[in-house]
């Protein structure tokens, strides 16, 4: 299994940016497609973002298209989300993920591994 910690969150004013970082455990990072997801208060969980396991392929919500980028290091063992020109739509706990991959493909859902989220705040 893998282990996840999401760090990077807080507030910012609309228009600011952020990057959030997921650092991940163990040696077979580079076995693992990622995934960041958010959470609104009151709201279901939403699909932000997601990366093939060799880093060559992305997958966007339409919401976020040209304003976050995700990205990995997998000498690292470390996934991110850099968060441009942020909204206050944007606030939501964020949720970094992960899921074995036997394929090397982007995966828009099937995430089995879970990290205790970071919360991002934009401000008005």
């Known amino acids: 299994q893998v282990q996840l910690v999401e760090s990077g969150g807080g507030l910012v004013q609309a228009g600011g940016s952020l990057r959030l970082s997921c650092a991940a455990s163990?040696?077979?990072?580079?076995?693992?497609?990622m995934g960041w997801f958010r959470q609104a208060p009151g709201k279901e969980r939403e699909f932000v973002a997601a990366?093939?396991?060799?880093?060559?392929?992305?997958y966007y919500t339409d919401s976020v298209k040209g304003r976050f980028t995700i990205s990995r290091d997998n000498a690292k063992n470390t996934a991110y989300l850099q968060m441009n020109s942020l909204k206050p739509e944007d606030t939501a706990v964020y949720y970094c993920?992960?899921?074995?991959?036997?394929?090397?493909?982007?995966?828009?859902?099937?995430?089995?591994?879970w990290g205790q989220g970071t919360q991002v705040t934009v401000s008005s």
């Open positions: 990366i093939n396991k060799s880093g060559g392929s992305t």
């Open positions: 993920a992960a899921v074995y991959a036997y394929s090397d493909r982007v995966y828009p859902e099937g995430y089995r591994y």
């Open positions: 163990g040696r077979t990072f580079s076995m693992y497609a």
